[in-house]
């Protein structure tokens, strides 16, 4: 009877202790994972914006981070950054390695049926693109003129 009352008093004690701990393991477990689908996400949302805004430049600075456990990641995510740094260029190959990258991303998550030619496919309405040249344009000219004058004269006008 005495080791009966001893097994129960054990289970009574360990019991929630245990409980605690597997529920503090699949939190960890489900916030790293929701670390990675949200870099995943902001990745995919930027994949073609000319030019990369900070959220794609930002995401791709934590993947060794948040992605330290998936060597593959790393290593996609390693050779981008070499092409990034090459001088000049290579667009082709930066797109190749791109989606290379949120290929290996998707796989690691789970999405097997995400293939390369759906993550390559990126909707930018036209409107977009002629508000940005616009934009830089006028940036540009802005920029031109204002380097080019000295002094702006000020010219009160007349209170007619």
Same mark, same amino acid.
């Given at each position: 009877m005495q080791t009966s009352n001893i097994i129960l008093a054990l289970a009574a004690l360990l019991g929630p202790v245990i409980a605690v &701990? &597997? !529920?503090?393991? +699949?939190?960890?477990?489900?916030?790293?994972?929701?670390?990675?689908?949200?870099?995943?996400? !902001?990745?995919?949302? +930027?994949?073609?914006?000319?030019?990369?805004?900070?959220?794609?430049? %930002? %995401?791709?600075?934590? &993947?060794?981070?948040?992605?330290?456990? !998936?060597?593959k990641v790393v290593g996609a995510w390693h050779s981008l950054y070499d092409c990034l740094n090459a001088q000049p260029l290579n667009l082709k190959q930066y797109e190749h390695l791109t989606l290379d990258l949120l290929s290996e991303i998707a796989k690691a998550l789970g999405y097997r049926n995400l293939k390369q030619t759906d993550i390559d496919k990126f909707y930018s309405p036209v409107a977009h693109g002629e508000a940005f040249q616009i934009s830089d344009s006028l940036q540009r000219e802005l920029l031109r003129v204002l380097q080019a004058t000295d002094q702006l004269a000020i010219v009160p006008r007349s209170q007619d």
């Open positions: &701990i &597997i !529920t503090l393991w +699949h939190q960890s477990r489900k916030e790293k994972r929701d670390q990675k689908f949200r870099l995943f996400i !902001t990745l995919m949302a +930027h994949r073609r914006s000319n030019p990369p805004p900070a959220d794609w430049v %930002g %995401g791709l600075n934590l &993947i060794d981070a948040v992605f330290a456990d !998936t060597p």
